[in-house]
């Protein structure tokens, strides 16, 4: 079975704090994502990587940055945390290429993220 | 703006009824995707559609994709307590999934 998982279930901190999200996948995948997910708003995808040390920007970038220095982990960096970054994050990972149009994304279980 | 409008946004039945769920959305995607979440976890995907006029069946559950391409629907029957949960339909394009806001299913024992 595919793995994903995501290094804190709930996460705590204060306005101005640099915050770092990691998750790591089991399934040699080639494709790591990170959402956040908001009521009423969905999954919105803040970025993306389809290789190591590759990413691109998703749909809301701002105020995050992304790194990817080995295939099987991302990590999610909120430079100077916000109250307005408190939010569900969940990050999945898919085969790529290799999978065609039947790509499937595998989610970790988030991590629920206060921002005081 | 959401480029997925899924409908309704709140669903909540007896169980034994019958729902449906609708996905529409006014761009042509490569392939749809159905998942659901349950409190707590990441969403689980269920079932990809990649052909128009595509009907794929599930158990219960049956999913169609419009011919153009563009919308989708989820039809349970008999609902049962389990199938309590948020169901999201995802468009992709090119590897990247566009998420509908989600349908909260509440089937009520």
């Known amino acids: 079975d595919v793995k994903v998982t995501q290094s804190s279930r709930y996460l705590v901190k204060r306005t101005g704090e640099k915050v770092f999200l990691e998750c790591v996948q089991d399934m040699d995948h080639e494709n790591m994502f990170w959402y956040r997910q908001d009521p009423g708003l969905g999954l919105r995808l803040i970025y993306f990587s389809y290789d190591v040390k590759m990413k691109e920007k998703g749909d809301i970038p701002e105020g995050y940055s992304v790194s990817r220095e080995k295939k099987e982990r991302f990590s999610l960096i909120l430079e100077s945390a916000s109250t307005n970054q408190t939010s569900m994050y969940l990050c999945a990972s898919s085969s790529g290429r290799r999978a065609g149009k039947k790509d499937t994304q595998y989610f970790g279980p988030g991590t629920r993220l206060t921002v005081l | 703006t959401q480029l997925l409008e899924q409908s309704p946004q709140f669903l909540s039945i007896q169980e034994g009824e019958n729902l449906t769920v609708y996905c529409n959305s006014s761009?042509?995607?490569?392939?749809l995707q159905w998942y659901r979440q349950e409190p707590g976890e990441g969403p689980v995907l269920l079932v990809t559609v990649v052909t128009g006029g595509e009907v794929k069946k599930l158990k219960r559950l049956t999913f169609q994709f419009g011919d153009a391409r563009k919308d989708s629907s989820l039809h349970i029957t008999a609902a049962q307590p389990g199938d309590t949960g948020l169901y999201l339909c995802?468009?992709?394009?090119?590897?990247?999934?566009?998420f509908g806001a989600g349908t909260t299913v509440t089937v009520r024992a």
């Open positions: 995802a468009g992709a394009d090119d590897y990247k999934l566009s």
């Open positions: 761009s042509v995607f490569s392939s």
